[in-house]
């Protein structure tokens, strides 16, 4: 059983924790999924455009009663886990030349796999939920 302070205490950091209150900090903290382009879903980007409506359409015929909605987040998730697997694979194969590389290059590439880990584990989350729901849906 959780303490009546503790409780409070939860309260109080949950209340400090809201994300940022100015409009600068939200148009700032707005951008920040933009900076890889991978934090942001591919469902926007003109060039996916044409493999998630192909992949959307595919789903469509695979899997009756399917709603539109629900096939284009599953293909929109799956066309962002396939570009962060190939941005990846270019880094580990960069990070593969370490005897050409500085010191700092060898850390901004593992910095940026790990990144691009990140994005894969939230990729692969939005396309269990849209096939859940696209499943659900028929």
């Known amino acids: 059983m959780t303490s009546e302070r503790k409780r409070r205490a939860n309260r109080n950091n949950a209340a400090k924790s809201t994300g940022p209150k100015s409009l600068a900090g939200k148009r700032r903290s707005k951008n920040n999924a933009l900076r890889h382009g991978f934090a942001a879903a591919s469902g926007g980007s003109l060039e996916n455009a044409e493999?998630?409506?192909?992949?959307?359409?595919?789903?469509?015929?695979?899997?009756?009663?399917?709603?539109?909605?629900?096939?284009?987040?599953a293909a929109s998730a799956e066309?962002?886990?396939?570009?962060?697997?190939?941005?990846?694979?270019v880094a580990q194969s960069r990070l593969l030349n370490f005897l050409s590389l500085t010191d700092v290059e060898i850390t901004t590439l593992n910095d940026t796999i790990r990144k691009l880990n990140d994005y894969e584990r939230r990729a692969i989350s939005r396309r269990k939920k849209a096939f859940n729901a696209l499943l659900d849906g028929c």
């Open 51 to 73: 493999e998630i409506k192909a992949l959307t359409e595919t789903l469509l015929q695979s899997i009756a009663g399917a709603s539109i909605d629900a096939a284009r987040n």
């Open 79 to 89: 066309i962002d886990i396939i570009r962060i697997r190939k941005a990846r694979t």
